[in-house]
């Protein structure tokens, strides 16, 4: 009898060519490698002292300096320069500088470097964003990112799957990202360790890409391997746009899942996440009634930095000023969310409502630069990690939210919601 099939086993089954079961340890041929200013560096050192010279395929390898860029010291200017060392020494055409590139996340399904069923191996957490266009997409160490380098090849264990069926249909301002945090406030931050998040059911066809890429993002702040959705004709569209002819690849009707968690859609409120994890949800009727001050708002990251995120702050913060006492930087995604923000008039309703716009970059999300704060400094940031320390000083606090969220907060100098406005 043939095997009833998560997304993931038959990405895995089609690139060998047979069934796969969960907890097989399988060597399988990458199709993206990817690496940034932070993780490239020790992979190249690694790869040159495992005595390789040239790169398996330079066309299956993107590098993207993006973290510290532009560069905040010398010591990330050396980290960029050896990584533009290694891309032209080895014929990498796949290479994005500041000026040409983004946050690597927003950056390669823009561009069209993805396309559903995939291998996508990258030496960075959030890699696991790719799973919104059915790819199989995971975070690895700098080391095993040399490995590709050498041989384009990664040992992966088959991880089990947990479905998540969404029903019903979003409330005005709800987004992916107070979706994602519900389902991290349910199933907390070990809930799916070395599993797989699949998301069916109706709900999904309501769910925008922008908001499917910001909740394959997190589904590793669940300890996840990955998170994908099924191609569908959302995923199709989005393929095509930029020259993709996508296979179909959605789940058997039904495989052996390890867990399926219900969510309805038309019950979900605003999302807040309390400092020191994501998952420390509150529904924002709960968390504006304590109208906690905040310092500084950051709407932005390789979670929040794409053009729905951008619109929809734009349309809470239009014509208002943000708080006296309250910072609000905006960082776009990519160059090309730069100028399609500028070209919709965004950038001008930033300016005006007193918003700091900083170039395409991670930046403040880990404590990089262009936003690093304070001992007792309160933020509300539309980025995926609220961890102590992550955003500067470890006695300040970060409380997770959407760019609606965000906004409605940097106006008021406290954390509420856009029906707060």
């Known amino acids: 009898m043939k095997k009833e099939m998560t997304i993931t086993e038959k990405i895995l089954a089609r690139k060998l060519g047979r069934e796969v079961e969960p907890g097989e340890f399988l060597l399988l041929e990458v199709d993206v490698g990817l690496g940034n200013d932070i993780t490239a560096p020790l992979a190249i050192k690694e790869f040159q ?10 066309d299956k390898i993107v590098l993207v300096l993006d973290h510290f860029t532009p560069n905040k010291d010398i010591k990330s200017a050396q980290q960029s320069k050896l990584v533009r060392c290694f891309a032209q020494e080895q014929g990498i055409k796949k290479f994005f500088d500041e000026g040409r590139g983004g946050i690597e996340h927003v950056l390669l399904p823009e561009e069209g470097l993805i396309k559903p069923g995939d291998l996508v191996v990258g030496a960075d957490s959030h890699t696991c964003t790719y799973g919104a266009l059915g790819a199989l997409a995971v975070g ?67 769910i925008s890409m922008d908001s499917r890429f910001t909740i394959s993002n997190m589904a590793v702040e669940a300890g996840a391997k990955t998170g994908v959705f099924p191609v569908d004709d959302k995923t199709v569209e989005y393929c095509q746009e930029r020259g993709i002819r996508p296979v179909e690849i959605i789940a058997d009707p039904a495989p052996n899942y390890a867990k399926e968690i219900k969510l309805n859609l038309d019950d979900l409120d605003l999302q807040v996440a309390y400092p020191y994890l994501p998952s420390k949800g509150k529904d924002i009727q709960e968390a504006a009634k304590e109208k906690i001050k905040i310092d500084q708002v950051v709407i932005g990251s390789c979670t929040n930095g794409r053009m729905e995120d951008l619109r929809m702050a734009a349309s809470i913060l239009k014509g208002g000023r943000v708080y006296r006492k309250t910072r609000c930087i905006i960082i776009p995604g990519s160059q090309q969310v730069y100028y399609q923000a500028l070209k919709e008039g965004l950038i001008e309703i930033f300016v005006k409502s007193d918003c700091v716009i900083a170039p395409p970059t991670c930046g403040p999300c880990l404590g990089g630069h262009m936003g690093v704060v304070a001992e007792g400094e309160k933020v509300v940031a539309t980025t995926n990690r609220n961890f102590v320390g992550r955003m500067g000083h470890p006695r300040s606090e970060i409380y997770l939210a959407s760019p609606a969220v965000a906004a409605a907060s940097a106006l008021k100098g406290y954390i509420c919601g856009p029906q707060s406005i």
């Open 140 to 206: 690895v160490g700098s080391t095993d990112l040399a490995g590709v380098f050498l041989c384009g090849q990664v040992w992966l264990r088959v991880p089990e799957t947990i479905k998540i069926e969404l029903v019903g249909n979003l409330r005005e301002y709800v987004s992916g990202k107070d979706i994602v945090l519900k389902i991290l406030s349910i199933i907390g931050v070990d809930g799916a360790n070395y599993k797989v998040l699949e998301f069916g059911g109706d709900g999904v066809k309501k």
């Open 49 to 58: 002292k495992y005595g390789g010279r040239k790169v398996f395929n330079p």
